[in-house]
Each structure stands twice: as C-alpha cells, then as structure tokens.
C-alpha cells in the first residue's frame, strides 16, 4: 500500500499543533511524572517518526521524546496517544517534526530519514536529535540518518 497525507490528516494535524501551542503556555502540578515519560519508544520495522520536546514546568528543563509506531499511516496517529499522555500530566510539549524510521533487530540496523507533511521541520530538519536519542536505548545499533525519503 501507498499511503499520502490527506486533507484530513493534514487537518488533524493541524489541531494537534494548536494543541501542542496551548499547551506552551499551559503550567502544570504533575510534574513528577516528567521525570518518568520514556525518551524513546520505537517499534520493529518501518514505521512513521514523531519528535517532541517537551518542558516540565516547574524546572523549565526540557526533553526530547522520539515515538515510532509500526501501523500507523500518518504522524498524527503516531502522535496521538503521547499527546493524551502529556495533557494528562498537564506536560507542555512542542512536535519538532517528524519522518520515517525503519528498525530491524535481526540486522542491528535503525535507519531515520524523510519528512513529515503534517509535521514539517521548522528549519533544518533534526533527526541528528533523534538518532542521539534511539543511540542511548539501542545502543549496539548501527543507526544511519538521511533527509531523502518519505
């Protein structure tokens, strides 16, 4: 199968950005579950990438958290449980952008490459960031990054 963005995924992405915006300027008390979101949940196979930063609101120190889901067929899909998860905990968050990540045990191999239309990188695109981040969990891993792709 050969799957686009649509109108429609386009348009929830777009909420989900207005989502991420409110949730800038949002202050929150669950706090210590800041501490306690995984950095990087990753998926076997090829799949969509999303990257987020996110603040914890009473220290202002921020992170970054990589989500990969294989079955997904748009990044806003992939986002959204995490996105749930972080208004929950009342956790601001901003999504960087977004591409594709192929994982493959046998081989020890984690390519991260392309872009995301409903997610668009503001500037260069980062998956230099996200390779650091899946580096640190699979860390026996050859991992290649590439802009090309989608």
């Given at each position: 199968?050969?799957?686009?963005?649509?109108?429609?995924?386009?348009k929830?992405?777009?909420?989900?950005?207005?989502?991420?915006?409110?949730?800038?300027?949002?202050?929150?008390?669950?706090?210590?579950l800041?501490?306690?979101?995984?950095?990087?949940?990753?998926?076997e196979?090829?799949?969509?990438?999303?990257?987020?930063?996110?603040?914890?609101?009473?220290?202002?120190?921020?992170?970054?958290?990589v989500r990969?889901?294989?079955?997904?067929?748009?990044?806003a899909?992939?986002?959204?449980?995490?996105?749930?998860?972080?208004?929950?905990?009342?956790?601001?968050?901003?999504i960087?952008?977004?591409?594709?990540?192929?994982?493959?045990s046998e081989q020890k191999?984690?390519?991260?490459?392309?872009?995301?239309?409903?997610?668009?990188?503001?500037?260069?695109?980062?998956?230099?960031i996200?390779?650091?981040?899946?580096?640190?969990?699979?860390?026996?891993?050859?991992?290649t990054?590439?802009?090309?792709?989608?």
């Amino acid at each position: 199968m050969n799957y686009t963005t649509s109108a429609e995924d386009q348009k929830k992405a777009q909420e989900i950005k207005l989502q991420s915006a409110a949730s800038q300027s949002h202050k929150a008390t669950k706090t210590d579950l800041f501490s306690l979101i995984p950095q990087v949940e990753v998926d076997e196979g090829v799949a969509k990438y999303v990257l987020f930063q996110i603040t914890d609101p009473k220290t202002s120190q921020s992170k970054y958290l990589v989500r990969s889901k294989y079955g997904k067929y748009y990044h806003a899909d992939v986002a959204e449980d995490t996105i749930h998860d972080l208004e929950s905990a009342s956790i601001p968050f901003k999504i960087l952008g977004g591409g594709r990540m192929s994982v493959s045990s046998e081989q020890k191999t984690i390519s991260i490459y392309g872009h995301s239309i409903g997610f668009p990188w503001e500037g260069d695109y980062k998956h230099y960031i996200t390779a650091e981040l899946v580096k640190q969990v699979f860390p026996d891993y050859k991992i290649t990054t590439s802009n090309d792709g989608y």
